[in-house]
């Protein structure tokens, strides 16, 4: 018999956690005290949801199950927010919650919150540990079902006194999950992939339309195949920038409502969307009614539930992306198709790209436009950083001018939209992957929502680097107020702020700040240089806007602004 | 179309919250809902009823089967199926009215199975049509509270549900 604290550090070791985030208290302090001895790093951050965050950004980075702790109550109410975003994106995490001890649960003892319930719509499982010595198939099954199928997060939320209980558990002998209601679906249906291979080597203006579940999968060397085999133009939802890389003249960017002109020509008109890992989010799609109005469309997922979620599908295939797309290959491999089968259809797009491009804009009255700072930063860094986003028009424009080359290196919260992610996001990818660059492009808002854990970026030497593109305005808002309700900026002008070069320094990382265009490009090579966590203040020319922009609710092909030559 | 799902679920501690936060959550109506406890203790049932019209059938068994405790969704066909519900009527009943709500009952093929000075409860199982038909019967006297348990149905023959 053994203490469950210290079986739980030893199924963590089991499962090949590296790295754990989270902040003590009362019901897990017999959790921090088995950390102590473990051999694996525990990171203190200064708040939950700079853990939940930083467990999701490590998760996104390296493709491994992020891990997050907190205690009962405030503690577990603050990993909501960064839960229900690993729900939306599909990050495999373990979220382990304190909870009062089991004696006084429902009596409104002090810290108890009903964590389960709390979190019920934006878990993909959750377990309330009653039993101490369900304890260590609980904990083996929340890893399981984490990466397992369509990933997401698990919380498990565990009463103090389980935690000091003693129980059995053997590392090499581990109790069995007990999941009969869960098999993910791996392989397609065969006859499904032949017809989608047939409707492949016959459409005249094909388009694939590829997301975020073939990062998840690891399946972007088969899409890289097969777009390049069949000649098909790609373009990417936001959470899918990377798996194609964006400097390859198939690439068409990313689609929707701050897309590319030429992707979003190019899907409306189209006559097949080969579209895999993505959910016809109303941001790719816009107005559903208009889209691809002239396209069969198939549509590969491991979740059944979002095929024909949102719109009709021709060729539905459940099935985890890797195995249908190598499957697929094989199929259109037989067919042989004729690359001059869809020529016409390559050179219209050809035509777009070349006649509307995504602006690069100079300021006639010399400030740094946004765009300038992001093709600088890729420039430096040669594309090969990873990437990470705060929310807003930071976002997009890091969207739009960032062009991608790898999974796993543009890490943005995608389907919450949740500002203060991309920071703590940027440490958790940094401890994945220590050997690349880790740039978090920031709005000025976005950051001072959770710019405190530059304390946590300092006290372990996370060397991250915060580029903020300041306009002093939570900008895409105003960007809306702007166009849509007579420049009446409502709570959008945020003028009052730190001086952010001061409050790294006062943290004891280092801050740089260019009001130039001149300057950028040396802030950025001293910042990256340098082995200590960097902030970067770019003030930008404060009411840039990002175009070119779709307006909620209308079709993708009506666009405003932006390259419209 | 109304639709009947009956859902096999591991018999866990919130199981039943997850179902109906479910239907809450994604804009499904639930027409009626009943659980127990199956053959198998470890499993439980949940017959569902919902309308199809407003909402397309394939989502909902979709969205449940994405939860974890769900084991299996069987969309019951009228014809090879059966259904029961169980109700309680407690209806108001006076010297004058009684023998006639006796007539009413039987009828039906319902019981009695309580009687006071001015109230009878009936006891009735059946279809909804049946069901539907002694209460529109029964309105007339005064109903003074109806409580029906919701739908169950099993499948016909030697198939398992
Ligand atoms: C937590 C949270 N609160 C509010 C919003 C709504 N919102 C979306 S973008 C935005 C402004 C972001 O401002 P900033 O971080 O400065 O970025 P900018 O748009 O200026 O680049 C706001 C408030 C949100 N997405 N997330």
Redesign the interface.
Same mark, same amino acid.
């Given at each position: 018999m053994k203490v469950a604290a210290k079986v739980m550090m030893e199924i963590f070791k089991n499962e090949g956690v590296e790295v754990v985030f989270g902040v003590p208290g009362g019901q897990v302090m017999p959790l921090y005290d088995a950390l102590m001895d473990a051999d694996l790093l525990n990171v203190l951050t200064r708040h939950e949801q700079g853990a939940v965050h930083a467990a999701d950004g490590y998760a996104r980075a390296s493709g491994k199950v992020g891990v997050c702790i907190a205690t009962s109550g405030p503690g577990a109410t603050n990993l909501v927010t960064g839960i229900a975003n690993a729900y939306m994106d599909s990050v495999p995490m373990v979220a382990i919650t304190g909870q009062v001890r089991r004696p006084v649960v429902g009596t409104d003892a002090f810290q108890e919150a009903d964590t389960f319930g709390i979190t019920l719509p934006v878990v993909k499982h959750s377990y309330l540990v009653t039993d101490e010595h369900e304890l260590p198939r609980i904990l083996h099954e929340a890893f399981y079902l984490a990466r397992t199928g369509r990933p997401g997060p698990v919380l498990v939320d565990l009463p103090g006194d389980v935690a000091t209980a003693l129980i059995d558990y053997d590392p090499d002998n581990p109790p069995k999950l007990n999941l009969p209601g869960y098999k993910p679906t791996v392989k397609g249906h065969p006859r499904q992939i032949r017809e989608a291979a047939r409707a492949l080597a016959e459409a005249q203006k094909p388009m694939i339309y590829a997301g975020g579940g073939i990062i998840i999968s690891e399946a972007s060397d088969e899409l890289r195949e097969l777009a390049a085999y069949a000649h098909i133009p790609v373009t990417t939802t936001l959470n899918g920038k990377g798996l194609f890389p964006e400097d390859d003249p198939l690439s068409l960017g990313m689609l929707g409502m701050h897309g590319t002109r030429y992707a979003n020509y190019a899907m409306t008109n189209c006559d097949l969307i080969f579209a895999v890992g993505v959910r016809f989010d109303d941001r790719a799609t816009g107005k559903v009614e208009t889209f691809a109005p002239g396209a069969k469309i198939i549509h590969v997922d491991v979740d059944p539930a979002e095929i024909a979620k949102n719109l009709a599908v021709d060729i539905p295939i459940v099935g985890d992306a890797k195995w249908v797309l190598g499957s697929l290959i094989d199929e259109l491999r037989k067919l042989d198709p004729s690359p001059e089968r869809h020529l016409p259809w390559m050179r219209q797009v050809e035509d777009w790209k070349q006649a509307h491009p995504l602006p690069l804009r100079e300021d006639p009255d010399g400030e740094i436009m946004p765009e300038f700072v992001i093709r600088k930063l890729w420039e430096v860094t040669k594309g090969e950083a990873i990437v990470t986003t705060e929310v807003g028009q930071n976002q997009m424009w890091a969207a739009q001018y960032w062009l991608a080359k790898h999974p796993r290196r543009f890490i943005s919260s995608g389907g919450l939209g949740t500002m203060g992610y991309g920071f703590p996001a940027a440490m958790g990818a940094k401890l994945a992957r220590p050997d690349l660059t880790v740039v978090d492009i920031a709005g000025d808002g976005s950051f001072q929502m959770t710019s405190q854990e530059l304390a946590t970026c300092v006290s372990y030497n996370i060397p991250v680097k915060v580029a903020i593109l300041n306009n002093r305005y939570l900008g895409m808002v105003r960007q809306w107020q702007e166009l849509f309700y007579d420049k009446r900026y409502a709570s959008t002008c945020i003028e009052c702020q730190p001086d952010f070069v001061k409050l790294a320094e006062a943290y004891g990382a280092q801050g740089f700040r260019a009001t130039r265009p001149d300057e950028v490009e040396e802030v950025l090579r001293i910042a990256l240089a340098s082995d200590a966590p960097a902030l970067m203040d770019f003030r930008i020319k404060r009411e840039a806007n990002v175009w070119p922009m779709v307006p909620a609710g209308s079709a993708i092909s009506d666009m405003l602004g932006g390259g419209e030559a | 179309m109304k639709h009947t799902l009956s859902v096999l679920?591991?018999n866990k501690? =919130?199981v039943l919250?997850?179902i109906s =936060?479910l239907f809450a959550?994604r804009g499904f109506n639930i027409d009626s809902l009943a659980v127990g406890e199956t053959e198998d203790p470890m499993l439980s049932r949940v017959t569902i009823s919902v309308d199809g019209q407003d909402q397309p059938i394939?989502?909902v068994t *979709?969205?449940l089967? *994405?939860?974890?405790?769900?084991? *299996?969704i069987t969309d019951l066909d009228p014809n090879s199926s059966v259904t029961r519900e169980l109700v309680l009527i407690k209806v108001h009943a006076t010297s004058e009215t009684r023998s006639e709500i006796i007539q009413v009952v039987e009828i039906f093929r319902a019981k009695i199975i309580d009687v006071s000075a001015s109230t009878l409860i009936v006891e009735v199982t059946g279809t909804k049509d049946k069901i539907e038909g002694i209460i529109s019967l029964l309105r007339p006297f005064g109903l003074v509270e109806v409580v029906r348990t919701g739908k169950i149905a099993i499948s016909r023959g030697r198939k398992r549900t």
């Open positions: - | 679920v591991e501690p =919130g919250v997850r =936060g959550r394939e989502q *979709k969205q089967h *994405k939860l974890i405790n769900v084991i *299996k």
